[in-house]
């Protein structure tokens, strides 16, 4: 394996996170339910690890700005737009999946 640097290392995670956000961006098609049901996280969740991680360099960024950089929009917006009701079968397994409890 080829030794990175700390720099390629930060540089390289922040190309991927860019990639995953967009990707995220234009697969609205993907609920966040479902995101949690598979995979244990969602849009939310990585709007909070970005405002933790920010927090944690002493960088204040409110819930509100840490998801629009996720979306791409204000949340609420993406909400109107996007977002459907979650039906009886996401719901039933989000509460036997939920990595909240």
């Known amino acids: 394996m080829t030794a990175l640097t700390k720099e390629q ?3 390289f995670e922040a190309a991927a996170f860019r990639r995953l956000v967009a990707h995220l961006r234009d697969r609205t098609d993907v ?4 995101l949690m049901n598979l995979a244990g996280f969602c849009r939310n969740c990585l709007s ?18 840490s998801r629009e950089i996720v979306y791409g929009m204000p949340f609420e917006e993406w909400k109107s737009l996007h977002q459907k ?13 939920n990595p909240h409890k």
Request: negative net charge; glycine residues 2%; charged residues 30%.
């Open 85 to 97: 009701e979650a039906t009886a079968q996401q719901k039933a397994a989000f509460e036997i999946n």
């Open 31 to 34: 609920q966040n339910i479902d």
């Open 9 to 11: 290392q930060t540089e």
């Open 48 to 65: 909070n690890w970005y405002r933790e991680a920010a927090e944690a360099e002493g960088v204040e960024i409110s819930k509100d700005q």
